[in-house]
């Protein structure tokens, strides 16, 4: 790869800045990079320097031009910010778990931004005691008091109960630093890790591995062992494949420590007895491209959830000191994926999905019989929850809808009897107006896309109603159906929410997320346009009424879609986007970029590279008009970074030909997930909301 930057511009050229309620635009210097024999303009570069003050400034001159752009709607987003502190949780309690000989939760006070992570000591009777004292572990509020931002990851006791670890971030930039904080002294113990992404006791209490990530790539490569005792942390296995993720955790019969090593197509895992911590890792089987696979133990038998010879995985078991003599224990039903499975001394449970909805299926050693849980819903989402231990006969699963909050249900594992033991609590809201469904839309190659709808029951569906089609596609994650506050405002105005589950998520299996990565990405573009294409053309909305939605990777599915098919969509909302993707992924420094070859592709191969270019939404802008538009960014993203949504808005202002508004908020204290406080992250999505509303004209 060559630059070229011409030696007169070695200094920096100025910023042309404006007054506030004028856009902002950016200096264009010229750069070049070259791949392939090809050309490569890049006008924006000096917007990837973050210690560059013309830089800072301009993300600030962007930023007052929003507020000044946006003053008209500051009453309303301070309106729907009171509405949505109103219905969030004052104070609550999560339902306990148990470790040894406490009752582990955490405790949310009213006015608080952030949760006291709490314990109790087991009744006699091994039950939950309330009226036991309460010992206070962390204040997270404590910890984050003066600082921008605060977020904790990975609370872990030790077995004995006596050390508790847990990772915090305290910049967005999603960079975990290790702490251990002694339960009977209330003091920390002087040992710390950087960039730690995972972590596991060994069952000795004083030991503790943990997976530790790259300095500048942020990938996870390193599995270290750290003792409580002190001395330097000493590493036991380092991973140099560079599209490899590293993993630490445990069997759930809590006699193994587990090491895994994942990329977008393949997977390894080693085992290490938990009480030889100082042992050797032992591999299970030798790496092979494409065999994806995770594993538990029962007894002395291994249980593997495995891709080979099953595109959707299969369950099989084997010896544990045979790793490779399979007997198979199961295998989907066809359109059927297996997402998980949860290894318990009497049963085993498996979360399957089918028709783009997850339900257990659970099998009864004792007996061999098989019984799946059923949900009669159209739409919702079911997610394990809680920490059920591998003697227990039930387990936890949090059930949730567009239209329904939170609800944490206990299932009998033998009988499959069901009982609610939480609520979510939500006030002064009929949710019996609300209404779900699902629909199916015929992409242009002829797949079936489904989609999920959910609306005001009077909402008219005869083209006037203003819609929000949200999109997302990649990295095998679904689109789920979950339950939003921010939703709701929306829906109590009128508006229709759809989200379209298009290729690229595994939202119907293996086969699903194959269809939307690589050379077949395009798919997932295309079921987004063919969605909102089908929900004008069926009267749901009309494109004056029709706004997009998407955030990281599905912020590129923004930035794509707004070049294609303009006319399209009256607005386009683009949260962190991953908008400049050549420039990421022809550079292997930046954070991730060589796991996401086996994603997006490969950049040294000149047809991936060019298939890439083909679509990348800073290298597509054209001369025509666009969308009313609003990108944000986190000045402290790692994982999309904060210079592709600024070099998108700076070459989208030079080329557009229209009016519209095109607004870029960059928030200056968080990173790819916003604010951390629960309060301060109401402002961001107000904002927002009165955003989209005014685009459709709803200024109430």
Known sequence: MIRILPAFLALPAALALAHPAVPPVAAQKPW????????????????????????????????????????????????????LTARTTASDLTLPWRQGDFYYYARIVAGKQYPLNCRRRAAADGGYDDSAPEDILLDQNRLAQGRKFFALEGMMPSPDGQLLAYRADTSGNHQFQLHIKDLRSGRELPLGVARVTSMEWAADNRTILLTQAHPSTLRPDRLLRVSTAGGKPVEVYRERDGNFLLGVGRTHDGRFLQLMALSADTSDTWLLPRDQPTGALRLLMPRTTGHRYDADTRDDRLYLRTNRDAPNFRVVSAPLASPQEWTEVTRPEAGTLIESMDVFRDFLVLSERASALSRPRILDFATGQWRSVQFDDEVYLLQQTGNAGYDDRSYRLQYQSPVAPPMVLEIDMASGARKVLKRQPLAGVDLERFATRRIWITARDGARVPVWLAYRKDVKLDGSAPLLLYGYGGWGFPSEADFSLRRLSLMERGVIYAEAQIRGGNDLGEQWHDDGKLMKRKNVFNDFIDSAEHLVREGYTRPERLIAEGGSFGGMVMGVVANERPELFHAVLASVPQADLLHEITDPTL???????????????????????????????????YPAMLVTAGFNDTQAQYWPAAKYVARLRAHKTDSRPLLLKTDFSSGHYGASGRYDAIDGRAFELAWMLSQWGINE
Do not use: C
Request: aromatic share 12%.
């Open 32 to 83: 070049v990079d070259r791949y392939h024999g090809q050309a490569l303009a890049d006008e924006y570069h000096w917007l990837q320097n973050r210690n560059d003050p013309a830089v800072l400034n301009y993300l600030k001159a962007e930023n007052a031009y929003t507020e000044a752009a946006t003053a008209a709607i500051a009453p309303l987003a301070k309106s729907l910010a009171a509405e």
């Open 591 to 625: 954070p991730m970029v060589t796991y996401e070859y086996l994603e997006s592709g490969d950049p040294k191969q000149k047809a991936a590279f060019d298939y890439m270019k083909s679509y990348s939404p800073y290298d597509n802008i054209k001369r025509q008009a």
